[in-house]
C-alpha cells in the first residue's frame, strides 16, 4: 500500500542525481520517470479496468557554457545524456506530429519508457518551469518553443481498457 510506496519513492529520491552547478543549486543531473500501473475489478459484475499514470520530472536542457557542467567529467556527461535524451523526445513529438509510420521510440531510454502513453492510447499533460532572469532568456525561449511543438500534436482520443468478461 501507502507505505509500500513511500518506500520506492525514498529510493528514487535518494538515486537521483542532483549537482550545483553555476545556474542552479540543486540540478537536477537525471530525469525522473514514476509508473503507477492500475488495476480494478468489479466483482459483481466482473469488469476490470486497468491504467497507467506516468509522472515525469525532465531535467532541462542546459549550455555548458553556462552552467559550468564542463569542468567536471561526470557533470558533463550527465549533461549529455540529458541532452540526447531531450532531443530524441522532440524526434518523436516531431514524427508524431507529421503522421510518419515510423516514430524513433528507442532512441533513448526516456522515450522507450514513454511509448505506450505517447503512442495514441492517452492523455499527456506538461508543465514547462522557466527562470525569470534576463540571463535565462534564450534558454526560456527554447524551452516555450519546445513546448509549442509539443502543443500541435493530437495524440488521439484516450480508450478505456475495460474487460466485460464474466466472473
Do not use: W
Amino acid at each position: 500500500g501507502m507505505e509500500c510506496l513511500k518506500s520506492v519513492i525514498a529510493v528514487a529520491s535518494r538515486t537521483r542525481s542532483v549537482a550545483t552547478t553555476k545556474m542552479n543549486s540543486q540540478s537536477s543531473r537525471s530525469h525522473s520517470v514514476f509508473m503507477l500501473h492500475l488495476h480494478g475489478r468489479n466483482e459483481e459484475s466482473g469488469t476490470t479496468v486497468e491504467g497507467a499514470l506516468n509522472l515525469c520530472d525532465l531535467a532541462g536542457s542546459e549550455r555548458l557554457s553556462r552552467s559550468g557542467a564542463g569542468s567536471n567529467a561526470r557533470q558533463l556527461r550527465e549533461t549529455q545524456a540529458i541532452n540526447k535524451s531531450l532531443s530524441s523526445l522532440g524526434d518523436v513529438f516531431t514524427a508524431l506530429a507529421s503522421g510518419t509510420t515510423h516514430v524513433p521510440f528507442r532512441n533513448s531510454k526516456l522515450t522507450y519508457l514513454l511509448q505506450d502513453c505517447l503512442s495514441g492510447d492517452g492523455k499527456a499533460l506538461m508543465f514547462v518551469n522557466l527562470s525569470p532572469t534576463e540571463e535565462s532568456s534564450s534558454e526560456s525561449l527554447c524551452s516555450l518553443r519546445f513546448a509549442q511543438r509539443v502543443n500541435q500534436i493530437e495524440l488521439g482520443k484516450a480508450t478505456k481498457h475495460i474487460d466485460y468478461s464474466q466472473k
